[in-house]
């Protein structure tokens, strides 16, 4: 109840209550599950033969050379914007058990609040594309972009983002100053750098919009590693016989649909 000090009140003796503690482990289970499925929808491990060469040949660029002749290549089902979501899964999953480790549970739950209301019409937009339904595509992605701004770039900055910078310091009334300022840094920093990649993302969404309004196409960038060639070409497009457009890019197959989370 209250404004956002209320964030910070009691701690660390507030109650932690069983519904909280599950609303973690959900969420800690699926940004984990989140890192792995991007991983293995992004990478793949092939073999070499005795002289060196991939038996398998393909465009794909080699990223590592690993011992026992195998090497790790960019899967042809790589996301857009892998290293966006990699680095927004790696900074995510630290701030899950971080914060549950230092018990701020309060402010955690508010961040996951935020991202879990804006993810609903950014799956919603991936797959009425993925489907080819284009009115329904154009909804869903005017209340992507309008609810990603009120909550991840409006809510998630200006209100809690704010608490923590300004407010957080009301539990050096129950916890030594020093031990307050050991881990404070560490979600500043982490909260920011995902700020700052929500800020690309809408970018992105830009990006998608101008195409959509100039040539009447619906792009999903962030569903391949290069977008579509030339940015706003359509040298990998086609037009269906209902006039919806498909991406020829990776055959948008079905699993690229499941990559996270904006988490």
Same mark, same amino acid.
């Given at each position: 109840?209250?404004?956002t000090?209320?964030?910070?009140?009691?701690?660390?003796?507030? !109650? &932690? $209550?069983?519904?909280?503690?599950?609303?973690?482990?959900?969420q800690?289970?699926?940004?984990?599950?989140?890192?792995?499925?991007? =991983?293995?929808?992004?990478?793949?491990?092939?073999?070499?033969?005795?002289?060196?060469?991939?038996?398998?040949?393909?465009?794909?660029? /080699?990223?590592? %050379?690993?011992? =026992? @002749?195998l090497?790790?290549?960019?899967?042809?089902?790589?996301?857009?914007?892998?290293?966006?979501?990699?680095?927004?899964?790696?900074? /995510?999953?630290?701030?899950?058990?971080?914060?549950?480790?230092? %018990? $701020?549970?309060?402010?955690?739950?508010?961040?996951?609040?935020?991202?879990?209301?804006?993810?609903? !019409?950014?799956?919603?937009?991936? $797959?009425?594309?993925?489907?080819?339904? @284009? &009115?329904? +595509?154009?909804?869903?992605?005017?209340?992507?972009?309008?609810?990603?701004?009120?909550? %991840?770039?409006?809510?998630?900055p200006?209100?809690?983002? @704010?608490?923590?910078?300004?407010?957080?310091?009301?539990i050096?009334?129950?916890?030594?100053?020093?031990?307050?300022? +050991?881990? %404070?840094?560490?979600?500043?920093?982490?909260?920011?750098? &995902?700020?700052?990649?929500?800020?690309?993302?809408?970018?992105?969404?830009?990006?998608?919009?101008?195409?959509?309004? +100039?040539?009447?196409?619906?792009?999903?960038?962030?569903?391949?590693?290069?977008?579509?060639?030339?940015?706003?070409?359509? *040298?990998?497009?086609?037009? *269906? +016989?209902?006039g919806?457009?498909?991406n020829?890019?990776?055959?948008?197959?079905?699993?690229?649909?499941n990559?996270?989370?904006?988490?």
């Open positions: 109840r209250g404004n000090t209320s964030l910070w009140n009691q701690f660390p003796h507030d !109650p &932690i $209550l069983p519904g909280m503690a599950w609303y973690y482990l959900c800690c289970a699926y940004n984990v599950d989140a890192l792995l499925s991007l =991983l293995e929808l992004s990478l793949e491990v092939t073999s070499l033969d005795s002289g060196g060469k991939e038996q398998h040949p393909k465009n794909n660029q /080699t990223i590592l %050379r690993l011992p =026992l @002749k090497q790790l290549r960019w899967s042809s089902t790589c996301r857009g914007d892998f290293t966006e979501m990699f680095v927004h899964h790696i900074v /995510t999953n630290l701030l899950v058990m971080g914060s549950s480790f230092f %018990r $701020l549970t309060r402010v955690g739950s508010m961040v996951f609040l935020v991202h879990d209301i804006s993810d609903v !019409p950014v799956d919603l937009s991936k $797959l009425a594309n993925f489907l080819k339904w @284009k &009115i329904t +595509t154009i909804v869903c992605f005017i209340t992507m972009v309008l609810v990603w701004l009120a909550t %991840r770039l409006g809510i998630f200006f209100v809690i983002y @704010k608490s923590i910078l300004v407010e957080s310091y009301l050096t009334l129950s916890i030594e100053p020093l031990h307050y300022h +050991t881990f %404070r840094w560490l979600f500043v920093t982490l909260i920011a750098l &995902i700020i700052l990649l929500h800020v690309a993302w809408f970018g992105m969404f830009i990006q998608m919009g101008y195409i959509l309004v +100039t040539k009447n196409e619906t792009h999903d960038l962030s569903e391949h590693k290069q977008g579509e060639p030339d940015a706003f070409g359509s *040298s990998t497009t086609q037009t *269906s +016989t209902n919806t457009i498909t020829g890019m990776n055959g948008d197959s079905a699993s690229n649909t990559g996270k989370k904006h988490n």
